[in-house]
T-cell receptor, first 110, second 117 residues
Framework: GQNIDQPTEMTATEGAIVQINCTYQ??????LFWYQQHAGEAPTFLSYNVLDGLEEKGRFSSFLSRSKGYSYLLLKELQMKDSASYLC???????????FGAGTQVVVTP | EAGVTQFPSHSVIEKGQTVTLRCDPI?????LYWYRRVMGKEIKFLLHFVKESKQDESGMPNNRFLAERTGGTYSTLKVQPAELEDSGVYFC???????????????FGPGTRLTVL
């Protein structure tokens, strides 16, 4: 079957680091995306990995291991505005529809 | 550059009624996707247009759902007749044509929250 798993919720303190893991089992793979979604708003693109390794974008980094079906999103120097849901999504081969995990709600506390 | 826009932002209808959702993609984006998130579940794919053609309809739940993209610009998603289980948030996303220079990232609209009573 097809499955994308990520933790439901994580809590961290302002200024700290949080790592959100995502494991996937899908019939096809053509890249993994991370999106941030604040309540009632559009999911916003954060990062993309298609090859193994680490992609760094400012305070956010994302890692991919295709052989392990595993990715993580690392959020550094957490700010209050980082409180949001983080969505892991695998892009299918072919025409590129996204399959999403249920999202990880990150709560940043003072 | 304007992002993906969706209308309405909220819709409350009674079971058996018809509702039409609209999506305006980012200008120049050939790919347009519809997704849905029902309460407590993950966002799920409904269908994909390339310009005006339906490329993948594998996620459409049943024939009460009809999507169109006449002229290859905006798209509508009609639900007729609506059932209680159709309640959820309907997202639209668009992406440019994939080339060697882009990742074909999908950019999402804010969604339409549909409530069927």
């Amino acid at each position: 079957g097809q499955n994308i798993d990520q933790p439901t919720e994580m809590t961290a303190t302002e200024g700290a680091i949080v790592q959100i893991n995502c494991t996937y089992q899908t019939s096809g793979f053509n890249g993994l995306f991370w999106y941030q979604q604040h309540a009632g708003e559009a999911p916003t693109f954060l990062s993309y990995n298609v090859l193994d390794g680490l992609e760094e974008k400012g305070r956010f980094s994302s890692f991919l291991s295709r052989s392990k079906g595993y990715s993580y999103l690392l959020l550094k120097e957490l700010q209050m505005k980082d409180s949001a849901s983080y969505l892991c999504a695998v892009r299918d081969i072919g025409w590129g529809k996204l399959q999403f995990g249920a999202g990880t709600q990150v709560v940043v506390t003072p | 550059e304007a992002g993906v826009t969706q209308f309405p932002s909220h819709s409350v209808i009674e079971k058996g009624q018809t509702v039409t959702l609209r999506c305006d993609p980012i200008s120049g984006h050939d790919n347009l996707y519809w997704y849905r998130r029902v309460m407590g579940k993950e966002i799920k794919f409904l269908l994909h247009f390339v310009k005006e053609s339906k490329q993948d309809e594998s996620g459409m739940p049943n024939n009460r759902f009809l999507a169109e993209r006449t002229g290859g610009t905006y798209s509508t998603l009609k639900v007729q007749p609506a059932e209680l289980e159709d309640s959820g948030v309907y997202f639209c996303a668009s992406s440019p044509t994939m080339t060697s220079g882009n990742t074909d990232t999908q950019y999402f609209g804010p969604g339409t929250r549909l409530t069927v009573l």
